[in-house]
DNA sequence: GGGCGGAACTGATCGGCGTCCATTTACGGG
DNA sequence: CCCGTAAATGGACGCCGATCAGTTCCGCCC
């Protein structure tokens, strides 16, 4: 065969991309082949080159998808919440429940290293980026007082900290120090020990 | 070539786990083959197999090595301080420093996912659990009045508030929210926000 | 409408990987 | 001295990421 343009380079970048994560999700990361990508949308792997720079661009790519869906299901998760307090908490359960119900779309995102000469890619940094400055906002509401740097220093431990609990669960380490695998226990742990105990106990 | 006796079985196992460390440290998780790790140590790759399961029961061992040199490196630093506060502390940092100053062998043993039908390694998972219980006991002569249950909840969110700082320092993510890279003032951040500020103040 | 330039896509190829196993080697007991 | 057997080899297999000369056919121009 020879040229088809059944697809637009676009489109095909976007079968490619949603190919390759329905992969990922359902087969894990080492399953994640060029050549498994490029049979399930129907072209040859030499076309995906045509697509992609190599691996890790469609990688990234992928990345960029899990980052915007993360992003997504915090705003749904916040969006009918006024109180600062409790926003950071259905952000901090979100975060931890997308990784969980993800592990495999988490895991590449964050535990897979990308080779140097990718390293500039403004667009999925910025990805993260704005995920992280929702949580900025959101703690900038609830300690107003906190200056400029303090507060990003505050929201970058506290973030950092919800993330060492998704990073354990999504590995299977958290049991390491116990039993319970209900690792929304430990967000609200993490959660109380940086804000206090939530304004309205509900009893038992 | 045939029967060499030149090393023990468990000489050669030595080797490997050394060589495959080298490769690890000096090349990176990607560079490290069974190939280079048979090349390095003078002998074929079938005789690796005769060392080890498969390449996942060797970077197993490996990471037991891993395990148990940032065991040693927390136990060094705190056998001379006695207060809790400092000890919690400086395991916080040694564990931190240790991560980012052996990016891959702290990658490799948290981030790596080993297939299934290994998991149950009794003894790698009890080096880590040894990790935490020095955790644990510290923090039980901390706050003494907290229960087994409620002890080991608030040792595994400290810890994985640590542990989520170390995930991001290490894969380059926490200048996300900022630009500072010292990835210390984020350690005692999380510390100050867990146990308090520091009994003794330095002053500026 | 016909032909042709070039875009679109293929598929063979390369080197490297993890894994396996039939074969070869040489040590040590008889 | 010789032979059984443990020790180690090396080549084979199927998969991988990546490359590129070659093939096909769309659409423009005359």
């Keep these: ?13 976007d079968m ?5 994560e329905l992969i990922l999700v359902r087969e894990g990361i080492d399953e994640l082949s060029m050549r498994k990508v490029a049979q399930a949308i129907g072209y040859t792997v030499g076309n995906l080159y045509l697509l992609f720079q190599n691996q890790d661009d469609l990688l990234a790519a992928l990345n960029e998808r899990t980052a915007d869906a993360i992003y997504l299901q915090l705003r749904d998760r916040i969006e009918a919440l006024d109180d600062p307090r409790e926003r950071l908490g ?6 931890i429940e997308f990784a969980t119900g993800n592990p495999n779309r988490w895991r590449l995102l964050f535990e897979h290293q990308l080779p140097e000469e990718m390293k500039p890619r403004p667009t999925a940094d910025a990805r993260i980026r704005r995920l992280f400055e929702l949580v900025e906002t959101t703690l900038g509401a609830l300690e107003p007082k906190l200056k400029a740097d303090a507060l990003r220093m505050r929201a970058t431990t506290f973030w950092g900290g919800i993330h060492g609990i998704c990073s354990l669960a999504v590995s299977g380490k958290l049991s390491w120090g116990g039993r319970s695998s209900d690792y929304t226990l430990y967000c609200e ?10 304004k309205s106990r509900r009893r038992s």
Tied chains: 1, 2.
């Design 16 to 20: 490619a991309i949603a190919a390759a």
């Design 189 to 198: 742990e993490m959660i109380s020990t940086f804000f206090g105990p939530p």
């Design 1 to 13: 065969m020879g040229r088809r343009n059944l697809h637009t380079r676009e489109q095909q970048r």
């Design 90 to 95: 259905a952000m901090a359960r979100g975060y």
